[in-house]
């Protein structure tokens, strides 16, 4: 399994911190069920550690028309909204969600060029949360390409507490190519012109990198 950048000084931390209290418990105890159930929990949480930095293969559809899922996770908002950083008007919004279990890598949506990238300090809502999208941490993306133009905004909630953005103004995107990651539980809107036709529904659960949100007009 490969494992993204991201996750490798946590991990080797876990890694020690654990391993340096199941030595304590051992060396004071002496051994004995409660070093083994300690024993036994420490492997379920360096699992569970490792596993939120997994970083799999994604095979992206081919059709520069397409519009592809920016992250794992499943579809909780599809509305008409106020979009008011960058467009400043009526925007058509799809939120996904992505529990701590999913894959946390984010992919570009669609192809073309960074047209404006910022950060914004912010609170820890919980993702779900209908402020969370403009009240907590997160950082926007704007892609332009002949088709017209996708914002999306990574969301840092309640169990996020870093968002990592490597994209910056003037870069090329490509489909279904990386462009940053959220530790530990978090969301993504994208904001379309109304209209936009959307392939996925309430409830979906999506495939970063692989699913189709939806298609340019």
């Known amino acids: 399994m490969r494992l ?128 969370s999208s403009t009240d907590n941490e997160r950082t926007t993306v704007v892609v332009e390409n002949t088709y017209g133009q996708v914002l999306f905004r990574q969301i840092a909630g309640a169990l996020a507490r870093r968002i990592v953005c490597y994209a910056k103004e003037g870069h090329a995107a490509r489909t279904g190519a990386e462009y940053g990651f959220i530790k530990f539980g978090s969301r993504i809107d994208l904001f379309f012109p109304v209209g936009t036709p959307i392939n996925v529904k309430l409830g979906d659960k999506t495939v970063g990198g692989e699913t189709v949100v939806a298609q340019w007009k």
């Open 4 to 131: 993204h950048k991201e996750g490798f000084a946590i991990i080797l931390g876990t890694t020690a911190i654990l391993a340096g209290l199941n030595w304590a418990l051992n060396f004071w105890l002496g051994g004995g069920l409660a070093c083994d159930i300690a024993l036994g929990m420490s492997l379920v949480m360096y699992v569970l550690v490792v596993q939120f930095f997994r970083h799999p293969q994604r095979n992206t559809p081919e059709g520069d028309h397409l519009v592809i899922a920016p992250a794992d996770g499943k579809v909780v908002v599809i509305e008409e909204v106020d979009e008011t950083e960058f467009f400043k008007d009526k925007r058509l919004q799809v939120s996904i969600f992505m529990s701590p279990l999913n894959v946390h890598v984010n992919r570009y949506p669609t192809w073309g060029k960074v047209i404006f990238e910022k950060y914004h300090p912010g609170k820890y809502l919980v993702a779900w949360h209908p402020k």
